[in-house]
């Protein structure tokens, strides 16, 4: 497929909350972005300060350098597929 040549641009992540079972693999791949809090539940860090599953915008992420396909890659490893990742128009990239 020409789509998988497609340069990846996301725009909003979201954790699922319900989905997640605190596996961490976004934190082994992106610790920069995500983190288990209390819970033992993924949340995302927000340069306000705060943190939380989101959505948020890819803008809204407390480390600005990191690439779409690391953040791809780190919602890729999630065993129960709770990261949702969505492009500059709103569709939904993965899962």
Known sequence: MSD?????KISKVVVDRNLCIGAAS???VAPSVFELNGENKAVMLRKDGTKNSGPV???????QQ???D???LAAKSCPTNAIFVYDEQGNQIYP
């Open 26 to 28: 976004c934190v082994a």
């Open 57 to 63: 915008n890819k803008a809204e992420l407390t480390d």
């Open 4 to 8: 998988q040549n497609k340069e990846i």
């Open 70 to 72: 690391m953040l791809l």
């Open 66 to 68: 990191i690439a779409d």
